[in-house]
């Protein structure tokens, strides 16, 4: 039996991931801060596809969280064959408006849990000789604004890093570059995003549904959505200032601040 473990579990990309993975048969470890919606997400997975689910509340935004999804991704008796990097958050506000500690606090999640996680997994997967690692970046990866997109650029690149540096091992890396997701996100964030037109939402099912194709297929990078892929192809040739000053123009029409 195949075990995932999946951070930021309980909503949004990460809730869509675990109902995708327990339905394809996969055993589960479910990480997230709170620990009752954790456990009702568990109960409902296990009522509709008879997996075992185990789950972790940890803070992914300190050493301790970060320590105990480790050892648990550590432990050899019970071996984790998938991980699913999804914990992430956004802070409203463009950079000296944030507090510096918030932003701090993003690069842990972002970066260090990314980086000591994957670490972790892919220890026990390079012995096994198989496993399956998927980052989730975002477009904001391509697009020069802030604290957010340069934490999800380094996402995307450090996931690049480890597929040429372990080619061979048997293991497949995958950074997932969404847009818009129908999420809890931005509400989280105290960012209004109803004005954002129908046409730049996914679902968060399908996005997982992409990533998984794209994982299958070996690729590395998985943009979802040709509306987007579109996106990231004229973030790669357009100048930075001209698409940063575009990207701070639409996140101005979600941020209440502004």
Known sequence: MTTSLVTGATAGLGAAFARRLAADAHDLV???RDADRLDRLAAALRAAHGVEVEVLAADLATDAGISAVEARLHDPA???????NNAGFGNRGTFLDVPVADEVRMIKVHCEAVLRLTAAAVDGMRERRRGFVVNVASVAAYMPRGTYGASKAWVVRFTEGLVHELRGSGIRFLALCPGFVRTEFHARAGMDASRLPSWAWLDADAV?????RDLARGRTVSVPSARYKVAV?????????????????TGRRYDPKR
């Open 233 to 249: 192809a004229l973030a790669r040739h357009v100048p930075p200032a001209v698409f940063g000053a575009a990207s701070t123009r």
């Open 78 to 84: 019970r071996p984790v064959d998938v991980l699913v």
């Open 208 to 212: 997982v549904a992409a990533a998984l």
């Open 30 to 32: 479910l990480v997230s």
